[in-house]
């Protein structure tokens, strides 16, 4: 068997995989950048200061007609998408829509919210995930040309392997890690706003 041949397709297709996997940190920290920049948007300009008492607002909207649930909510300090997701509930609650039919529709749009937040969070959380391997990856494809590059006596193209191998995992390293943090972060932001939108959804539907 021609292992000589085998050996020179693994390293052609490792050196071809180099530019790729660089583009691809490349892109991970631009993404990271960005969602971090969003994030710190969402927390001063509708979570800063927005901390909704469940308790209260129960008590108010208890055993109340749908407009005067309505009043009660708009008076409490929720997110868009909070009120927006109530106003639905409230609607078809205004509208005559039999209790087993509200119940279903609480449950839809539950479901949906959750869909909607975990959409958010999918794009952080798939960049902690690859950004280390490709950053894995362009580190250990300039080795290869390095390790060569020793056996010539060639200094300056060792260092220059060297260094795009230690950028490239700092480089994937901190994408992952800055996207790491914003997925921690905004989960815990919407388990809060999931459970705040279950029982005040739950104490309209009483």
């Known amino acids: 068997m021609d292992f ?3 050996s020179s397709t693994i390293h ?6 180099e530019t790729p996997a660089i583009i691809v940190l ?5 993404i990271s950048a960005a969602e971090a920049g969003s ?3 969402e927390f001063f300009a509708f979570r800063l ?5 469940a308790g209260k607002i129960l008590k108010q909207i208890f055993g109340k007609t749908a407009a005067e649930q309505r009043e009660a909510i708009a008076a409490g ?3 868009k998408t909070q009120l927006r997701v109530f106003g639905k509930l409230l609607h078809s609650k205004e509208g005559g829509l039999p209790i087993n039919e509200q119940k279903l529709l609480a449950i839809q749009l539950l479901a949906s919210e959750e869909a909607r937040m975990e959409k958010i969070m999918q794009v952080t959380d798939i960049i902690s995930r690859i950004a280390p391997m490709f950053g894995l990856m362009a580190t250990l494809i300039p080795l290869g040309p390095g390790l060569i590059a020793i056996g010539q ?3 300056k193209g060792l260092s220059d392997s060297l260094l795009t191998a230690f950028d490239a995992t700092v480089t994937g390293l901190a994408a992952a890690g800055v996207a790491y943090i914003i997925s921690r972060v905004r989960k815990r932001w919407y388990r809060k706003d999931m459970a705040t939108l279950e029982a005040i959804m ?3 539907l009483e």
């Open 202 to 204: 739950e104490g309209l």
């Open 4 to 6: 000589s041949g085998i």
């Open 77 to 79: 300090s929720f997110l």
């Open 49 to 53: 200061g927005r901390e909704p008492d």
């Open 26 to 30: 490349v892109v991970a920290v631009v």
């Open 39 to 41: 994030a710190v948007i």
């Open 12 to 17: 052609s297709i490792s050196t071809l995989l």
């Open 153 to 155: 006596g060639d200094t």
